[in-house]
């Protein structure tokens, strides 16, 4: 013990010093959610990211991420089709379907910087992919 961890100690013992933290400081872990990515030859991948991650962030940790152009969502290269989990998903913002409609893409896709899974699992088929 240093010096200053006995002058602490003794301040505790004659009730002088701080109490003795005894929470964890450390924020509560999130959720864990599942991210399926479907590519055009129907192969999947999967990852686990935290609730409220956006696929985009999850994909990032994936052999073949989602692409993406701006990160802000205005460019809609990283437009995604939800297969299953419709229900674990953030809905859809206007900003995503005026993006969409801007690029001429369906308004029932989304996008993947965007939309956040909040739970479960998500199966989503992907148009294009970082190449790396
Ligand atoms: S990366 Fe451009 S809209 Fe998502």
């Not at 240093?2 to 002088?16: A, M």
């Amino acid at each position: 013990m240093t010096p200053f961890g006995i002058r602490k100690f003794i301040k505790r013992l004659l009730g002088l010093g701080p109490a003795e933290r005894t929470e964890d400081a450390r924020p509560p872990a999130r959720a864990k959610v599942t991210l399926i990515l479907v590519d055009e030859k129907g192969e999947e991948q999967t990852y686990q990211g935290g609730a409220g991650d956006t696929p985009l962030f999850i994909s990032g940790n994936m052999a073949k991420p989602i692409g993406s152009g701006c990160n802000d969502s205005s460019c809609a290269t990283c437009r995604v089709e939800i297969l299953e989990g419709h229900e674990n998903v953030s809905p859809q913002g206007s900003g995503e379907k005026e993006t969409l409609a801007a690029n001429a893409y369906d308004e029932n896709l989304r996008l993947a910087c965007r939309m956040e899974i909040l739970q479960g699992s998500v199966k989503l088929r992907a148009y294009e992919f970082l190449e790396i």
